[in-house]
């Protein structure tokens, strides 16, 4: 038995990840146990819990796989360095934190309170870009594809494309600092008051209420070329200046400032956090978007001129733009694409993993994933017990019983918290630690943010459609099982979805197959029976915090909001008349 164990650490989305004879069999993030939203310092729960899941010990792991290599890139680190000396200090910053994070035996013995010289593992490092690529690749259902990655950095690196086939990955090209499409997004997305880390996804919704003011600066700031991209300097401070990254003392990422004062002197002072939003940053957060885009596409389409094929596979936190991503079959010549769940860092500690299971190991089986659940599930009893703990009453049903009087009341209006099975992998809620709601109420959105969510107000929700009815109710028939497209939405079904069609006649589908989750599927179902429509609302469980991992955190996340039903297990709980 070959045990690999993928760590992603010192950096945002730490993670754990588990592969055992070139099978993956637990991934988690440790956001999702600390509670520290995109947690930055060593997994060490997340790899306690990943071993636990799968009845392994510390010393049973053969190798640990570090999405991270310091000696990729150096001759680039190098003649950067010999043109910009002043930088140094930023890259012995990022060179610290690559050194703690290679430190993995020390750490794993003081998690696991074992003697170093007790775990025999050998490291594995694994350059940034390429652990993002193999996370795509070796979960697709895919033999041959081209291997796209953007993000902000890694390795130096912001950008690999890459051909793969069989079990290797060949790097055609790398894009290397300081031109970066992560970066350009998070300086824009800092200008117009939203700095904090993760922030990427809430600038994406509100571009579609900005107008075409700044395109002209726009291309000024971004530089196609027959290589790519450059982005000019004059509108980002220099890397190594304020553009830093640190860790605080809870783990959670700070980013320093990116806009020059350029920014300021073109579009005035930045907008403060919390204040109105005015037209300007719509048109900024406009701008940026398609921006992006048009700098996306010309690379999908470079990459299948060196790698021509029909499929394409996808990650790097830049591949959860789903906006970009649903324009790919459409605008460029890839026909099928393939994006990773965890596109984020996250996702690095299985990838890596899987890299090092391609290289360490004779050939096995391809290994596809379907459903996105290599989180930690929960048996009936400790359902039980866990209610009980908390006081809350409960029925247990047979499923018929259970879906049945579920889609009824997500028809009569209700809103559904939905904890099933293991929890997910990545960033998005897949139908196992989900809020559930009516598509078709026009007080739906408003509901959902004034009694739990609390989002801003441009930010749209989610529908879940059944896989056979998607090329009904949207105009691209791709599947998106992760949630990671956008597609327009057909003139006939916008105003019967109107509580998760945006206000561009789109939404951010997932795609939802029986074969992946039947008991998610079936609810669906049963309210398409009830009411017509083949989709629920689907948003994450959770209020202002990460997605919720266990029993305890489902229940208190219930309780604490004005959630009016929770589904937990074979457990049917309502909340008493005025329990709100």
């Known amino acids: 038995m070959s045990v690999i164990l993928g760590i992603n650490s010192e950096h945002a989305g730490a993670s754990a990840a588990l592969v055992i004879d070139g099978q993956p069999v637990a991934a988690v993030a440790e956001e999702r146990i600390n509670r520290v939203k995109y947690y930055a310092g060593f997994p060490r729960q997340a790899a306690r819990m990943v071993l636990e899941m799968a009845g392994i010990s510390p010393q049973d792991v053969d190798c640990v796989a570090i999405p991270r290599d310091p000696a990729a890139n150096l001759t680039r680190k190098a003649a950067f360095l010999f043109g910009n000396p002043t930088r140094l200090p930023a890259l012995l910053q990022a060179g610290a934190g690559q050194v703690k994070q290679l430190d993995v035996k020390s750490q794993l013995a003081a998690e696991f309170e074992l003697d170093p010289a007790a ?28 291997g796209f990655s953007v993000d902000g950095s890694g390795d130096f ?9 069989g079990s290797e990955i060949d790097v055609l090209q790398r894009i290397h600092v300081p031109h970066s499409l992560g970066s350009l997004y998070t300086m824009v997305c800092q200008f117009i008051g939203y700095g904090r880390y993760g922030d990427e996804g809430k600038v994406m919704g509100l571009a579609p209420y900005g107008e075409d003011a700044c395109c002209d600066h726009f291309d000024d700031m971004l530089r196609l070329s027959d290589e790519g991209f450059r982005l000019n300097g004059r509108w980002f401070l220099p890397f190594g200046a304020e553009q830093s990254i640190s860790i605080n003392q809870r783990g959670e990422m700070e980013i320093g400032r990116h806009w020059s004062d350029h920014m300021v002197a073109i579009f005035g002072a930045p907008r403060q956090p919390g204040s109105e939003i005015t037209q300007r940053d719509m048109d900024l957060a406009r701008g940026l978007q398609v921006t992006f885009e048009r700098a996306w596409l010309h690379l999908l389409r470079r990459l299948h001129a060196l790698a021509p094929s029909d499929r394409v596979v996808m990650a790097g936190g830049c591949a959860l733009n789903s906006v970009a991503n649903g324009l790919v079959t459409a605008q460029t010549p890839f026909r099928e694409t393939w994006i990773h769940p965890a596109a984020g860092d996250e996702g690095l500690s299985l990838g890596a993993a899987l890299y090092a299971s391609q290289q360490l190991e004779s050939p096995r089986e391809r290994y596809v994933m379907g459903s996105a659940g290599l989180g930690p599930d929960y048996t009936q009893q400790e359902i039980r017990s866990a209610l009980a703990r908390r006081q809350v009453d409960a029925v247990e049903l047979p499923e018929p019983e259970l879906l049945q009087r579920t889609a009824a009341a997500i028809e009569a209006g209700a809103v559904v918290g939905w904890f099933q099975g293991r929890m997910e992998w990545g960033p998005r809620a897949l139908g196992n630690r989900s809020i559930l709601a009516h598509p078709g109420l026009p007080d739906m959105k408003q509901t959902l943010n004034d009694r739990i969510k609390r989002r801003e107000w441009f930010r749209p929700f989610a529908p879940a459609v059944l896989a056979g009815l998607q090329s009904r109710v949207f105009e691209n028939s791709e599947p ?22 945006h206000v561009d006649q789109t939404g951010r589908l997932q795609t939802v197959l029986r074969e992946h989750n039947p008991r998610y599927y079936d609810l669906i179902k049963a309210f398409e029976r009830r009411s017509g429509l083949p989709v629920v609302v689907n948003t994450s469980f959770n209020e202002n915090e990460p997605i919720v991992c266990s029993p305890e955190q489902a229940i208190d996340c219930f309780l604490r909001t004005r959630m009016d039903l929770l589904v937990i297990g074979d457990s049917f709980c309502e909340k008493p008349p005025g329990g709100d």
């Open 119 to 146: 775990l025999n593992f050998r490291q594995l490092r694994v350059e940034h870009h390429l652990a993002h690529v193999a996370s795509a690749y070796f979960t697709s259902p895919f033999d041959e594809a081209a």
């Open 157 to 165: 690196v912001t950008c690999m494309l890459a051909r793969c086939q």
């Open 480 to 501: 998106s099982p992760h949630m990671l497209h956008v597609y327009r939405i057909r003139d006939e079904w916008r105003e019967r979805l109107c509580a998760v069609t």
